[in-house]
């Protein structure tokens, strides 16, 4: 199964992968996005293919650079289509990301997981993932339109 860096054109199969997982963003929202993460330094996403081209799953990796924690990389998305969980995909996508990490310099990943996605922790536990931190995420809307 080929992985590859994502493309603009993965917009409308990455869409669908986030719905899967109940992020109802647009394709138009996505597609933006794409485009922003595209020419930023120290972000990768990553797309894995079966051989019809259609997208099995997706991995979203960012270089962090806190203060308190140093520089590190984290997964920020990972979503795997609903009928090929289980099947590796995720394992090979994670390792891809690590890969990538590693020629970026980093040794540390780092992966924040949804309380209520008890698959998910179990994924991340078989791949060496040890729980190191609970936290709970505050947002608070700004005035503006903002960005999507």
């Known amino acids: ?13 990455i869409t669908m992968l986030l719905h899967q997982l109940g992020y109802p963003d647009t394709e138009k929202a996505i597609r933006h996005r794409l485009e922003v993460l595209g020419s930023q330094a120290g972000t990768i996403i990553l797309v894995a293919e079966n051989d019809d081209r259609q997208l099995t799953g997706c991995i979203q990796i ?4 806190r203060l308190a924690e140093g520089q590190y990389g984290e997964i920020a998305s990972l979503v795997i289509a609903k009928d090929e969980r289980g099947r590796g995909i995720g394992r090979q996508l994670v390792k891809s990301a690590a890969d990538w990490l590693t020629e970026q310099g980093m040794a540390r ?7 209520i996605r008890e698959d998910a922790h179990r994924f991340y536990a078989r791949l060496g993932f040890r729980v190191t931190k609970s936290q709970k995420i505050f947002d608070r809307n700004l005035p503006g339109p903002g960005i999507s």
């Open 62 to 65: 960012v270089i962090a650079n």
């Open 109 to 115: 990943l780092r992966v924040r997981c949804n309380a």
């Open 1 to 13: 199964m080929p992985i590859r860096p994502a493309t603009i054109e993965d917009a409308p199969q």
